[in-house]
C-alpha cells in the first residue's frame, strides 16, 4: 500500500492570532476549526491552513515573507467574490499563464503571500 498525499497545509507566522483570524474569516471565508491565542487552525472548503504566533524576537523571529499556494477548481467564482469584498482589484487575475495556470495572490496583514492558483 502506498501513502496517499492528500493536501498541504501551511504554517504561517502571526503577530495576533485574533487579528488575522477576523481578516482570514471576513476576507477570505475560512472558518476557524481549533486552536487558541497561539495556534489556530483554519478551513475553507477542503483547504487548511494554520496560523502560529511568534513574538518576533531575535529568539522567536516572526519572519513573514511565507508563502502559501492554494490549488483550485473553477477558480473565477472565488476571485469574483473577492473582487466583490474589495480584497484584490479585478484586473489581478492572471489568465493562462505560460506555466499553464489561471491565478491570483493577495498578501495577509504579516506580509505571507497567498496563491490560489487553478491548473488549466
Known sequence: MKTEF???IPVLPSSDIERDLQ????????K????DSMY????????????QWHADTPEDPLLGGS????FVKNIEPYFNKLVAKGVIPKD???KDTPWGTHEFGIYDLN??????VEDV
Open 67 to 70: 508563502v502559501a499556494k492554494i
Open 111 to 116: 506580509n505571507n503571500s497567498i496563491f490560489f
Open 40 to 51: 489556530v487552525g483554519i478551513h475553507l472548503k477542503n483547504v487548511w491552513l494554520h496560523l
Open 6 to 8: 492528500l493536501a498541504t
Open 32 to 35: 476557524k476549526i481549533f486552536g
Open 92 to 94: 489581478k487575475l492572471r
Open 23 to 30: 481578516w482570514y474569516e471576513e476576507k477570505l471565508g475560512f
